[in-house]
């Protein structure tokens, strides 16, 4: 199979996961048993208001009219409004959604460039002092809890020091001064394009703390993952026939053999992506980082079901393409893997 | 007489495990000279891969090379420095392995590998390094080397696998091949081709080859000398005719009955009794007494050292030759 077929027809099974994922999120929402006029309403409604409300929704439609007038909406760009703040969905989804990738983007590159060349260096050198130091960073990444180490993070690097900013995106003279437009709604990103370098650092000092300690957890995976690999693939015969041609070990570590030993490190750090886009909700509070996780909590709190459908949706077309990224990098990386 | 191009002196090499002391190569000492093939043979676990290995620096973790001298040119690589080994490894000294499909990393094309091999050794750009990997698979009559370059390993055959290696080895000009039993994976009739390959490479390039192997039968159709090794050192060495139509040490006559002929055909294979020493705990003396069918009380006590038989340079170490054991 071409790998142009292949992708065509991963495309095609993305749309039935990503049909069926909306029925089933679609039916939980609904049968949570609450009642969303209500919410709609605000407090303490009369039954005159509820009704009417539920008819604005379409909430007194047959449910898979209800579903099937959603997903019409949704395919026209219509994402509805939110039961609890009357918001567009896509207008908030258009400011937290940047934020987060944002912020995951910057954890997941942490973690690339932090966990993968300790993982090598650990897997080279098993048993060593290195090893040892890097054993105890990641069990300490992995079990650490979010809350406690961000809290310790502020402590260290606003209250003592005064290195880095408190929470939030911008500082608010910044947003004053030299606003940044946005373009793709990731502030380092768009303050990068428009070459407005003030707002560029200050997005970016505001970044290092959130993105740290969310990348905590995937760095502390990627070592150990890297390193077993690396472990493994360190006994082959043809790293030893590289050292033996004279390859300087530099090459031997970081070209020949990780590029053996990477794939189970990219499955890892992709299903990390795709769970921190709403699984980032403690980085998010503690750093007043507005992103998919506080919303989509929120909306869970209030039973608001189109927000919920909404980002389930968005996080499954991430999942789906992540894992089709996967599969191809993996195809790409080792010719001996076929594409079916 | 010339000066030997590698010369191995009186080297012991162990490693230090858990269950103890393993003594791997214990005084083992042989040379080659330019344009020789020389075949060190013996049995599993004698020595012979971690001799070839210390000859490039790479005695595997946990062991090390405790004494002896490894002369290259008169040089000894013993006292080089990584950077200096770095230039050695693959640019003089090249070494293939027994599996060509596991030598070769499975995630780069056959190009890319040789190429990275031949810049790392000479300053020649992308394109220069090609035509020299062409060549070079060409010298080792791999048709169409074109497509053999674009490859992936494992779209090759075992025995395209082998001469790209050997093509590898020697795409940057070394003078001496370490062939750790570069045939023993591949089936009769290519290894018969592997083996007019290596002659033919020798006589075309003039390269030399240590020729490691278990397997007298190489030895006899490829090298002009030979070393048997027992227990991590030599016990007879000379040119091949002499030491294998005139054997002299009771282990190399074992190791010859043990093979089958066509005239002994019919009866039982001989085997030597008993079997090879653990490098755990070596015997004292000689570490071949426990097997000899020929033993005498000095070889319990002292390890017999070579002496020379003849005027080409057949020694063997055994007390049945030597001046100790006369007496
Ligand atoms: N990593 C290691 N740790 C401990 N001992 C080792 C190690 N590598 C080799 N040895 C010991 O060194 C001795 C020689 O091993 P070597 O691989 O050189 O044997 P060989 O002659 O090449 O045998 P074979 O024909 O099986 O390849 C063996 O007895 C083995 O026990
Ligand atoms: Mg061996």
């Not at chain 1, 990390?272 to 980085?283: C, E, K, W």
């Not at chain 2, 230090?16 to 043979?41: C, D, Q, R, W």
């Not at chain 2, 049995?43 to 001298?69: N, Q």
Request: net charge neutral; charged share 15%; glycine share 8%.
């Amino acid at each position: 199979m071409s790998r142009w077929e292949y992708i065509a027809r991963r495309l095609l099974m993305a749309v039935v996961v990503l049909i069926s994922v909306s029925i089933i999120t679609f039916l939980i929402a609904r049968v949570v048993p609450s009642d969303p006029a209500a919410a709609w309403v605000g407090p303490r409604p009369t039954q005159e208001q509820i009704a009417q409300a539920a008819r604005q929704l379409g909430l007194d439609r047959p449910l898979y009219e209800q579903y099937l007038r959603y997903m019409r909406d949704i395919l026209t760009g219509n994402f509805g409004v939110s039961i609890r703040t009357h918001q567009p969905i896509l207008r908030d989804l258009r400011v937290f959604l940047p934020a987060t990738l944002e912020l995951v983007l910057a954890g997941m590159l942490m973690a690339v460039l932090i966990g993968i060349p300790l993982g090598v260096l650990s897997g080279a050198g098993k048993g060593s002092l290195l090893d040892h130091l890097t054993r105890l960073v990641s069990i300490a990444g992995v079990s650490m809890p979010t809350f406690w180490l961000g809290l310790l993070l502020q402590l260290f690097f606003f209250s003592r020091l005064g290195l880095l900013p408190l929470s939030g995106r911008l500082s608010t003279e910044i947003s004053l001064t030299s606003p940044v437009v946005p373009i793709t709604g990731m502030y380092t990103l768009d303050a990068l394009v428009a070459g407005n370098w003030v707002a560029f650092k200050d997005a970016l000092w505001h970044l290092i703390l959130p993105a740290f300690t969310l990348a905590t957890y995937p760095i502390g995976l990627t070592i150990r993952m890297t390193r077993s690999t690396m472990i493994e693939v360190l006994q082959e015969k043809y790293i030893l026939a590289a050292r033996a041609a004279g390859i300087p070990e530099r090459t031997v570590l970081f070209v020949l053999a990780l590029k053996n030993a990477i794939t189970p490190t990219l499955t890892v750090l992709g299903l990390s992506f795709v769970y921190s886009l709403t699984g980032a909700i403690l980085v998010e509070v503690i750093f007043a980082w507005p992103g998919l996780g506080s919303y989509v909590t929120d909306a869970v709190l209030s039973v608001d079901f189109p927000v919920i459908v909404s980002v389930t949706l968005v996080v499954t077309v991430f999942y789906v393409f992540i894992n089709l990224f996967l599969d191809l990098a993996q195809a790409a990386i080792d010719p001996r893997v076929t594409l079916q | 007489m010339t000066e030997p191009l590698l010369s191995v002196e009186d080297l012991y090499i162990r490693f230090k495990t858990y269950a103890g002391t393993v003594h791997a190569v214990n005084g083992m000492s042989f040379h080659i000279h330019p344009g020789e093939i020389f075949g060190l043979v013996g049995e599993s676990g004698c020595g012979k891969s971690v001799t070839g290995l210390a000859v490039l620096g790479m005695v595997p973790y946990p062991g090390e090379v405790i004494a002896g001298r490894i002369l290259f040119h008169g040089e000894n690589l013993l006292q080089k420095n990584r950077r200096e080994m770095e230039q050695i490894r693959g640019g003089r000294i090249a070494m293939i392995f027994q599996d060509p499909s596991a030598s070769l990393n499975p995630v780069f094309t056959v190009g890319s590998q040789i190429s990275r091999i031949i810049r790392h050794h000479r300053r020649v750009d992308r394109h220069e390094a090609r035509a020299l990997a062409l060549a070079g698979f060409e010298a080792v009559g791999l048709p169409d080397p074109a497509r053999i370059f674009r490859a992936y390993p494992h779209e090759l055959s075992g025995g395209m696998q082998q001469r790209v290696m050997i093509a590898m080895a020697l795409a940057s000009g070394a003078e001496l091949l370490i062939a750790d039993e570069p045939t023993t994976a591949l089936d009769v009739t290519i290894q018969a081709q592997i083996l007019a390959l290596l002659n033919d490479l020798r006589a075309a390039q003039g390269v030399s080859i240590l020729l490691i192997t278990h397997d007298l039968g190489v030895v006899a159709e490829t090298c002009d000398r030979v070393g048997v090794a027992y227990a991590g050192s030599i016990v007879e060495t000379g040119p091949t005719a002499q030491v294998l139509y005139q054997m002299k040490h009771p282990y190399t006559r074992g190791l010859l009955e043990a093979l089958p002929r066509p005239s002994h055909r019919g009866k039982a294979l001989q085997s030597i009794p008993g079997s090879v020493p653990s490098g755990l705990d070596l015997p004292s003396g000689c570490p071949f007494w426990p097997r000899c069918p020929e033993v005498m009380d000095i070889c319990r006590e002292q390890k017999p050292l070579p002496t020379r038989l003849d005027e080409v340079g057949h020694r063997v170490a055994c007390h049945l030759y030597s001046r100790e054991g006369q007496r």
